[in-house]
């Protein structure tokens, strides 16, 4: 069982960066692979990024050289370090954890980028 709460949302430039968080409660955060997505306005909702139980990372293309997933299991929480971000980076971001079948999802954080 476990409980999230994304934060670090906000207005920046293109150009600029945000470091995204996302806050565990629950018995299964350390054996689970966390996952952020995010979701434009009238666009479904894609997997930027993830990291398992170990460590292993991986990345959506448009992402990768500029965002960094990583995650503290003694605080329970997982981290988005974004970099020479765009206007396509605007979306809401998703925290999501999983584990086998059972997936929990945050309620999301606004992120815009300005040109």
């Known amino acids: 069982q476990v409980q999230l709460v994304e934060s670090g949302g906000g207005l920046v430039q293109a150009g600029g960066s945000l470091r995204l968080s996302c806050a565990a409660s629950?018995?299964?955060?350390?054996?689970?692979?966390m996952d952020w997505y995010r979701q434009a306005p009238g666009k479904q909702r894609d997997l930027v990024a993830s990291?398992?139980?170990?460590?292993?990372?991986n990345y959506a293309d448009s992402v990768k050289g500029r965002f960094t997933i990583s995650r503290d299991n003694a605080k329970n929480t997982v981290y988005l370090q974004m970099d020479s971000l765009n206007i396509g980076d605007t979306a809401t971001y998703f925290c999501?954890?999983?584990?086998?079948?059972?997936?929990?999802w945050g309620q999301g954080t606004q992120v815009t980028v300005s040109s």
């Open positions: 999501n954890a999983h584990y086998r079948w059972i997936h929990y």
């Open positions: 990291i398992t139980a170990d460590g292993t990372t």
């Open positions: 629950g018995s299964i955060f350390k054996i689970a692979t």
